[in-house]
């Protein structure tokens, strides 16, 4: 468990039950304003049910009018640019950052209606199942009890829950294995299905077609490398599959909104806390 300015923040491992499903959760408690958050595209879906005051979002990449600024239970789906939030009084919250085909099997949704969105979980799930789930939560005495009441109430949501296509989840092994260097036409070669009828199935249980997805998937590599890895930016961007420096700069200036030199230097602090999970880093924090 880690301590932030008057808080606690804890995280861990989904159950062995849900690992292909749930990437991890996170728990945050804060006794007053806390560091901004910049949650960074990186291919998961996320679940928050929280208690106190509200999660504020206060700005995104790509500003949008938004019907909602301040959440209590919130899905966001995968997204291609960043946004920055957090809390500003006393607050307690549990994080659930889902793989996309273990969210489309929970959510039973197709997930384009999630990407670059946030929604109210009840509208999904339906009316009253975050009120219900978070007074379970509140009533647990630490975080490891917390996990196994989320943990229990997503295996039921599982029980029943149809399975995504194995076409889709071979694409996304691959797409994964390869961090997004993998073109559409060696994914169409290799399932054995057209370009566009992958696409269409990406877009219903990814949430975004494959191009896009291997531009996070390339993103989250570059973010997650060691930092003595490579000898420059430069270095870094041949690695990652960047034509060149600029075609990183350009890639992070869009995704994030800084430069790799300034988004890098955040991920560093963040790393130091703790390893990404699965070459996964969707967060870090703006001091």
Request: positive net charge; aromatic residues 6%.
């Amino acid at each position: 468990m880690e301590s932030r300015t008057k808080g606690e923040y804890a995280e861990r491992r989904a159950s062995e039950r849900l690992r292909a499903q749930v990437v991890m959760y996170r728990g945050h408690r804060t006794a007053g304003r806390g560091p901004v958050r910049l949650t960074l595209p990186a291919a998961t879906v996320t679940l928050i049910l929280g208690w106190g005051d509200p999660l504020h979002l206060f700005h995104e990449a790509r500003s949008a009018p938004a019907e909602r600024t301040a959440w209590h239970a919130m899905l966001a789906g995968l997204r291609t640019s960043s946004v920055s939030g957090g809390y500003t009084g006393v607050a307690e919250s549990v994080e659930v950052e889902f793989t996309p085909l273990g969210a489309y099997q929970c959510l039973g949704l197709p997930l384009h209606h999630l990407t670059n969105t946030h929604l109210h979980p009840d509208e999904v799930l339906g009316a009253g199942w975050s009120a219900r789930l978070t007074e379970q939560l509140m009533a647990m005495p630490d975080w490891e009890s917390r996990w196994a009441v989320i943990d229990n109430a997503l295996a039921r949501r599982m029980v029943d829950a149809p399975l995504p296509s194995p076409v889709v989840a071979e694409v996304w092994s691959r797409l994964r294995a390869g961090h997004g260097q993998v073109s559409a036409k060696e994914l169409a070669a290799a399932t054995g299905r057209g370009s566009r009828r992958l696409q269409v199935l990406l877009r219903e249980q990814i949430g975004l077609p494959s191009r896009t997805a291997s531009r996070i998937l390339r993103f989250q590599r570059a973010l997650t490398l060691p930092t003595g890895a490579c000898r420059s930016l430069a270095d870094r961007a041949a690695v990652c599959g960047y034509y060149d420096q600029a075609h990183m700069n350009r890639d992070f200036r869009d995704l994030a909104g800084l430069t790799p030199a300034q988004l890098c230097l955040l991920t560093d602090r963040a790393v130091s806390r703790r390893a990404p999970i699965e070459g996964r880093l969707a967060n870090v924090f703006d001091h």
